[in-house]
């Protein structure tokens, strides 16, 4: 049993936390944690030891799921893992894998995390009291071995000497353990001092002091609407494999575009999220904030700050949601962005089949916001936030586009067919339908004052993406209005769907205020001067 113990302790302390690698390397390593309680075992009399090894198991334990968290996070969002900010990933982690596989699937893998979760918080405090149990026992022998092991780890430490492994080197002299754990502590001062700085930032908005109607002049009288195209990064047009497939969709969608009047203009964002968490990204679009964790997403939507949608419905429009992913009522998104309608997968309609994780094609998404909002006829001007969902993760084979006026309720879409075409493809296929579904969608709109700025909510995950990717997506601005397209051109933009590889980039915190400059009047364009970064 004690040797058992020993395994189980060296297996904690050699699991690793920086790399997503995890060799025969990590266990030829000598842990200074391991050493640090056996010279406790040696120098503390039995029952104060056998709570010195009860804490050092627990916190063993946690740092151990902690590790297993920041490979998952590294191996997906190419990011370890918050532990301030990022819980509700799991949550959301399971209600997707529900959505894809279902419940019962879903259950057993939130069963089985929660029984590994167990067996370590049971298993790794036990081989630590049992191991120091030992030592503490064998005193004589035990004070020798020990102090050629700390000898030894200070040579090492001190020569720097390691084990190769993979694109950096183990050093066999580790602190590994003991840095993960002061770095995690030191999380939570810097988290508090991000919250009073998020909290200024919040408070201190230039655009307070301009009234809604004159930060939005220049649009009177349009529907504006911004959408976001899910998973839609650079990596589409930038990797070799997925690009042709993607150009050639916008290659034909600014044909399209231009055979019924309408002109585009790209450049590049910078998504304050990448993988996931798209929330994130229209926070920071719509307040003008970096939005990049949960923690600053749940302070502000907790406090008073002007949004786009905020600004549109004071100057008098209509303000819309469309966000079809959304299964139950969302009370804090309505208090804070404050608009007039939200469209769920509940009402609009569909009687079709889901697409995977998409409730509904981007195309009747689409479709059924214009049949909604969009009617000819005497009614108020419409700003509209839509989040599109054929192309979130994971990727399904889309549906074919269908003739606009036989959308009708969705019958059609009788959900997706089976393939064993690679995911990286599939992604490049969704890309290309959420593109051309959002062409249609305009060109059949016969909407004159539309004013379309959509773009890429986040770089899909690392199963497509790249290690070291940056976070920019495309940005496009459509419409008719040449007002409009002189403020793209104004901004540098170059024309088309497809951004230049040259293209200027913004934060997307700069979205809001950008268009509060080059849409809003002289007093807007004032206080807005210095407020794009």
Same mark, same amino acid.
């Given at each position: 049993?004690?040797?058992?113990a020993?395994v189980?302790?060296?297996?904690?302390l050699?699991?690793p936390g920086?790399?997503s690698?995890?060799?025969i390397?990590?266990?030829?390593?000598?842990?200074i944690?391991?050493?640090?309680?056996?010279?406790?075992?040696?120098?503390?009399p039995?029952?104060?030891?056998?709570?010195?090894?009860?804490?050092?198991g627990v916190?063993?334990?946690?740092?151990?799921?902690?590790?297993?968290?920041?490979?998952g996070f590294?191996a997906?969002?190419?990011?370890?893992?918050?532990?301030?900010?990022?819980?509700?990933?799991?949550?959301?982690?399971?209600e997707?894998?529900a959505?894809?596989?279902?419940?019962?699937?879903?259950a057993?893998?939130v069963t089985?995390?929660?029984?590994v979760?167990?067996g370590?918080?049971?298993?790794?405090?036990?081989?630590?009291?049992?191991?120091?149990?030992?030592?503490?026992?064998?005193r004589?022998r035990?004070v020798?071995v020990?102090?050629?092991?700390v000898?030894?780890?200070?040579?090492?430490?001190?020569?720097?000497?390691g084990w190769?492994?993979?694109?950096y080197?183990?050093?066999?002299?580790?602190?590994? /353990?003991?840095?993960?754990?002061?770095?995690?502590?030191?999380?939570?001062?810097?988290d508090?001092?991000d919250?009073?700085?998020f909290?200024?930032?919040?408070? /201190?908005d230039?655009?307070?002091?301009?009234?809604?109607?004159?930060?939005?002049?220049?649009?009177a009288g349009?529907?504006?609407?911004?959408v976001y195209?899910?998973?839609?990064?650079?990596?589409?047009?930038?990797?070799?494999?997925?690009?042709?497939?993607?150009?050639?969709?916008?290659?034909?969608?600014?044909e399209?575009?231009?055979?019924?009047?309408?002109?585009?203009?790209?450049?590049?964002?910078d998504?304050?999220?990448?993988?996931?968490?798209?929330?994130?990204?229209?926070?920071?679009?719509?307040a003008?904030?970096?939005?990049?964790?949960?923690?600053?997403?749940?302070?502000?939507?907790?406090?008073?700050?002007?949004?786009?949608?905020?600004?549109?419905g004071?100057?008098?429009?209509?303000?819309v949601f469309?966000?079809?992913?959304t299964d139950?009522?969302?009370?804090?998104?309505?208090?804070f =962005?404050? =608009?007039d309608?939200?469209?769920?997968?509940?009402?609009?309609? =569909?009687?079709g089949? +889901?697409?995977g =994780?998409?409730?509904? +094609?981007?195309?009747y998404?689409?479709?059924?916001?214009a049949?909604?909002?969009?009617?000819p006829?005497?009614?108020?001007?419409?700003?509209?936030e839509i989040?599109?969902?054929?192309?979130?993760?994971?990727?399904t084979?889309?549906?074919s586009?269908?003739?606009?006026?036989d959308?009708?309720?969705?019958?059609a879409?009788?959900?997706?067919?089976?393939?064993?075409?690679?995911?990286?493809v599939?992604?490049?296929?969704?890309?290309?339908?959420?593109?051309?579904?959002?062409?249609q969608?305009?060109?059949?709109?016969?909407?004159?004052?539309?004013?379309?700025l959509?773009m890429?909510d986040?770089? +899909?995950n690392?199963?497509?993406?790249?290690?070291?990717?940056?976070h920019? /997506?495309?940005?496009?601005?459509?419409?008719?209005?040449?007002?409009?397209?002189?403020?793209?051109?104004?901004w540098g933009w170059n024309?088309?769907?497809? +951004?230049?590889?040259?293209?200027?980039?913004?934060?997307?915190?700069?979205?809001?205020?950008?268009?509060?400059?080059?849409?809003?009047?002289s007093?807007?364009?004032t206080?807005m001067?210095?407020?794009?970064g």
């Amino acid at each position: 049993m004690t040797i058992l113990a020993a395994v189980v302790l060296c297996l904690a302390l050699a699991s690793p936390g920086q790399y997503s690698v995890w060799g025969i390397q990590d266990f030829l390593r000598l842990p200074i944690e391991g050493l640090a309680l056996g010279v406790a075992a040696l120098l503390l009399p039995p029952r104060p030891m056998r709570v010195v090894a009860l804490v050092f198991g627990v916190l063993l334990a946690a740092l151990v799921l902690l590790r297993g968290l920041n490979l998952g996070f590294r191996a997906v969002l190419t990011r370890p893992f918050d532990i301030v900010d990022d819980w509700t990933y799991l949550r959301d982690g399971a209600e997707t894998l529900a959505t894809f596989a279902g419940p019962a699937v879903a259950a057993l893998a939130v069963t089985a995390a929660i029984a590994v979760a167990v067996g370590i918080f049971v298993l790794v405090p036990w081989a630590s009291m049992r191991v120091a149990d030992a030592i503490g026992r064998q005193r004589v022998r035990a004070v020798p071995v020990l102090a050629t092991l700390v000898a030894a780890w200070s040579i090492l430490a001190v020569t720097g000497v390691g084990w190769p492994h993979g694109y950096y080197t183990a050093a066999i002299a580790s602190d590994a /353990t003991a840095r993960m754990a002061w770095q995690t502590v030191q999380v939570l001062p810097d988290d508090l001092a991000d919250r009073d700085a998020f909290a200024h930032d919040i408070r /201190t908005d230039p655009a307070a002091a301009v009234p809604a109607s004159s930060r939005i002049a220049g649009l009177a009288g349009k529907d504006v609407l911004v959408v976001y195209v899910e998973s839609y990064g650079r990596v589409a047009l930038d990797d070799p494999q997925l690009a042709p497939t993607v150009r050639s969709a916008l290659t034909t969608s600014d044909e399209q575009l231009s055979a019924a009047g309408f002109s585009a203009r790209s450049a590049w964002v910078d998504s304050p999220t990448f993988g996931a968490g798209s929330w994130l990204a229209h926070a920071s679009v719509g307040a003008g904030l970096w939005v990049n964790s949960q923690r600053r997403y749940d302070q502000l939507i907790a406090a008073p700050r002007i949004t786009l949608s905020s600004t549109f419905g004071d100057a008098g429009w209509r303000t819309v949601f469309d966000v079809p992913s959304t299964d139950r009522p969302w009370v804090q998104g309505q208090q804070f =962005y404050g =608009y007039d309608k939200l469209y769920t997968k509940f009402n609009v309609g =569909y009687q079709g089949k +889901p697409y995977g =994780y998409a409730t509904m +094609p981007d195309q009747y998404i689409y479709h059924a916001f214009a049949q909604r909002e969009l009617t000819p006829g005497d009614r108020p001007p419409v700003y509209a936030e839509i989040d599109t969902l054929s192309s979130h993760y994971p990727w399904t084979q889309p549906p074919s586009l269908l003739p606009w006026n036989d959308v009708g309720d969705g019958a059609a879409f009788t959900g997706p067919v089976a393939t064993t075409t690679s995911p990286r493809v599939i992604y490049a296929r969704t890309v290309a339908y959420a593109m051309q579904a959002l062409t249609q969608f305009v060109t059949n709109s016969h909407d004159p004052n539309l004013v379309v700025l959509a773009m890429g909510d986040h770089q +899909p995950n690392s199963s497509v993406t790249r290690q070291g990717a940056s976070h920019q /997506t495309p940005v496009m601005l459509i419409t008719k209005d040449d007002a409009a397209l002189k403020a793209a051109d104004a901004w540098g933009w170059n024309a088309g769907l497809e +951004p230049a590889s040259d293209a200027p980039v913004w934060p997307m915190s700069a979205v809001r205020n950008h268009l509060f400059s080059a849409f809003g009047t002289s007093e807007a364009r004032t206080a807005m001067t210095g407020a794009h970064g």
